[in-house]
């Protein structure tokens, strides 16, 4: 009953910026993950960015570091991903997902952790 709808996708110039917004229900927000990924195609899906429900910790990607932010609201049971300096290489499908524990920190961007997914919003960087 966990569900998760992602928004703010579409297209945009490099160099601009995008915000994605994820809306959770069903999940008690008492420990556990929201993190966003990303998969081009006939690429491999893969973590950008992970905030913990917690205490609101925060791991990226190399990819994305100093670039993109996640952040939580949980008064609204929403978490988002402000992309700035897009590149075209960002292009994909964004996922948001969430889980209630990964086990270690080492695998928060590991998409086989996540067991609650949205069904992506397209992000398109063109030069």
């Known amino acids: 009953q966990v569900q998760l709808q992602e928004s703010g996708g579409g297209s945009v110039q490099a160099g601009g910026s995008l915000r994605l917004s994820c809306e959770v229900s069903?999940?008690?927000?008492?420990?556990?993950?929201m993190t966003w990924f990303r998969q081009a195609p006939g690429k491999e899906r893969e973590g950008v960015a992970a905030?913990?429900?917690?205490?609101?910790?925060?791991y990226y990607a190399d990819s994305v570091k100093g670039r993109f932010t996640i952040s939580r609201d949980n008064a609204k049971m929403m978490f988002h991903l402000q992309m700035n300096s897009l590149k075209p290489e960002d292009s994909a499908m964004y996922f948001c997902?969430?889980?209630?524990?990964?086990?270690?920190?080492?695998?928060?961007?590991?998409?086989?952790?996540?067991?609650?997914w949205g069904q992506g919003t397209q992000v398109t960087v063109s030069s």
């Open positions: 997902a969430t889980t209630e524990g990964v086990g270690s920190t080492a695998f928060v961007l590991v998409p086989g952790r996540y067991n609650y």
């Open positions: 069903g999940y008690t927000y008492s420990s556990g993950w």
């Open positions: 905030i913990g429900i917690a205490r609101g910790v925060t």
